[in-house]
């Protein structure tokens, strides 16, 4: 009688295991929604992702693939400012949760970009900038960050300016 009463409760775990969906397949169905041009599927199977699996270790590319989304303004129904600071919660989140992923660092560089050149926030741009620079003083953009902090606030003429003066003085 109790086998009875136990097969049943093992079949419908059995089926509850097997239509829950892994990691990979949340996030292979995030990439094909992006490549598909699906962008709120493809936050949709995001938020998903990071509810169901909070520590795997594909949240941050998720995480970081919706962000360039929402930099890039392709989420619907956002206004550019709007997208621009989901892009930068994303970013942030990143670099806060996941300081190992690869693109941690560039997530950084990005925040600091946006504040600098996309919203004209030159305080805030200043402070990630810095941050990335206590933080990635090695990396590659490095150079590209210091750059930035050197010319925050010119304009483009500006740093021609400042430029072709340099060269000048060097010749």
């Known amino acids: 009688m109790k086998v009875k009463l136990y097969l049943p409760v093992l079949a419908l775990l059995f ?3 097997c239509t829950q969906k892994s990691d990979k397949e949340y996030f292979d169905k995030i990439m094909l929604s992006i ?3 699906k962008y709120t599927e493809a936050l949709s199977e995001m938020e998903k992702l990071l509810e169901k699996y909070p520590e795997s270790k594909l949240s941050p590319q998720a995480i970081y693939e919706i962000a360039k989304l929402y ?4 989420i ?5 400012e709007e997208s621009l600071r989901k892009a930068i919660d994303c970013y942030k989140k990143i670099f806060s949760n996941y300081k190992n992923f690869p693109e941690a660092e560039r997530a950084l560089f990005v925040t600091g970009f946006i504040f600098a050149n996309e919203l004209n926030k030159l305080d805030s741009a200043k ?5 990335f620079l206590k933080n990635f003083n090695n990396s ?3 150079n590209s ?4 902090l050197e010319n925050l606030g010119k304009s483009p003429e500006e740093i021609l300016t400042k ?3 340099s060269n000048a003085k060097k010749n």
Do not use: A, F, Q, R
């Open 15 to 17: 089926l509850i295991n």
């Open 35 to 37: 490549k598909e041009k």
């Open 71 to 74: 930099h890039s303004n392709l």
């Open 76 to 80: 619907p129904n956002l206004g550019k």
């Open 127 to 131: 402070y990630y900038y810095e941050l």
């Open 140 to 142: 590659e953009l490095t």
């Open 145 to 148: 960050v210091k750059l930035e």
């Open 163 to 165: 430029k072709m003066n």
